[in-house]
Nanobody, 127 residues
Framework: QVQLVESGGGLVQAGDSLRLSCVVS????????MGWFRQAPGKEREFVAA???????????YYADSVKGRFTISGDNAKNTVYLQMNSLKAEDTAVYHC?????????????????WGQGTQVTVSS
């Protein structure tokens, strides 16, 4: 049983930072990709960032234009954890953030191509 558990959300002011974590348990995958998505009330789920492992300790990261330069996705394979460092937060970043796992290593922006999902963590940014 694969489980993804997010943590690190909270209430912050505009300009502040947060770091989200997503721990994967239950199985290990030789090829994997992780994505972060967010969903605000009344809006569709939105791609935020994704990461896939290359050879050795090399990781490849991808970002939505809306977060590029402010957010950083990273992975720690030894801890089965992916992080999302969020800096210079804006009110429009307010949403529930979900991590997701693709078990064939495809770092895609399409949410339906991910196989497992976490329950989400709330991020609220006050202006």
């Amino acid at each position: 049983q694969v489980q993804l558990v997010e943590s690190g959300g909270g209430l912050v002011q505009a300009g502040d930072s947060l770091r989200l974590s997503c721990v994967v348990s239950g199985r290990t995958f030789s090829n994997w990709a992780m994505g972060w998505f967010r969903q605000a009330p009344g809006k569709e789920r939105e791609f935020v960032a994704a990461i896939r492992r290359g050879g050795g300790s090399i990781y490849y990261a991808y970002y939505a234009d809306s977060v590029k330069g402010r957010f950083t996705i990273s992975g720690d394979n030894a801890k089965n954890t992916v992080y999302l460092q969020m800096n210079s937060l804006k009110a429009e970043d307010t949403a529930v953030y979900h991590c997701a796992l693709n078990v064939v290593g495809k770092a895609t922006t399409r949410h339906y191509e991910y196989d497992y999902w976490g329950q989400g963590t709330q991020v609220t940014v006050s202006s």
